[in-house]
């Protein structure tokens, strides 16, 4: 019996890319280096905000990579929620699961601090636990560290959740916690990369349809 959903955060629950790119170039511009387009930063999300600004910046400019870093850190806390907002059917999703007795968890390698800011403010205290990325704390995905600490802290086993996300990393972080992933194709990922998930949601009333009918098929 499924008990809960782990969801990775940005392109699962939230589009906060515009945000992201937004304080990227921000960063990049003061140091004089050339602005990102929305689709490259697109394909540089989801291995933390340190990799994302290593593949931003010119193989020439990784000498300025803390100086970037800081400021984009800066400024990215300034914007959290500009333009970021909950994908359609998101908060009318994590309401469904809630009266089914499913447990939520974000597990992101967003900021620990910003991934709980942005859960508060924008998915409307819906989550029971947010696990981000704290490196004096825990590792990062796809390391499972951060996903078996969310389901310690739900109180369910990683056989009575599955993973939700939209990314390699995701589908890697399931498989290293050895769990069930369902693919968000709604995300920063073409869907074809998420044909290696057990499961793809095209919509986020999807997930609740993959639980239905898994828990008939049990």
């Known amino acids: ?15 906060s890319l515009e945000d992201i790119a937004f304080s990227v170039n ?15 930063i697109r394909s540089f999300v989801g291995n933390g905000a340190d990799m994302l600004i290593k593949r931003a910046l010119p193989s020439d400019g990784q000498k300025d990579f803390d100086k970037v870093f800081n400021t984009y850190r800066g400024h990215y806390k300034k914007n959290l929620c500009v333009r970021t907002k909950p994908y359609d059917g998101i908060i009318p999703l994590l309401d469904t699961l809630k009266s089914m007795g499913i447990k939520t968890a974000v597990v992101t390698n967003k900021n620990d601090d910003d991934a709980k800011y942005i859960a508060d403010k924008l998915l409307k205290n819906k989550i029971d636990a947010v696990v981000g990325a ?7 995905k796809p390391d499972p560290e951060p996903v078996l600490l969310a389901l310690n802290m739900l109180g369910v086993s990683r056989n009575e959740a599955y993973y939700a996300g939209d990314s390699e990393t995701d589908i890697e972080t399931a498989r290293n916690s050895d769990m069930k992933c369902i693919g968000c ?5 073409e869907r074809s990369i998420l044909e290696e998930c057990d499961f793809i949601a095209d919509k986020a009333q999807d997930i609740i349809k993959i639980i239905s009918e898994e828990a008939v098929a049990l």
């Open 185 to 189: 194709s709604w995300g920063f990922r």
């Open 134 to 140: 704290d490196l004096n704390k825990r590792k990062k």
């Open 26 to 40: 921000c960063a990049l511009a003061e140091y004089g280096y050339k602005s990102r387009s929305l689709e490259e």
């Open 1 to 15: 019996m499924i008990k809960a959903v782990v969801f990775d955060m940005d392109g699962t629950l939230v589009n």
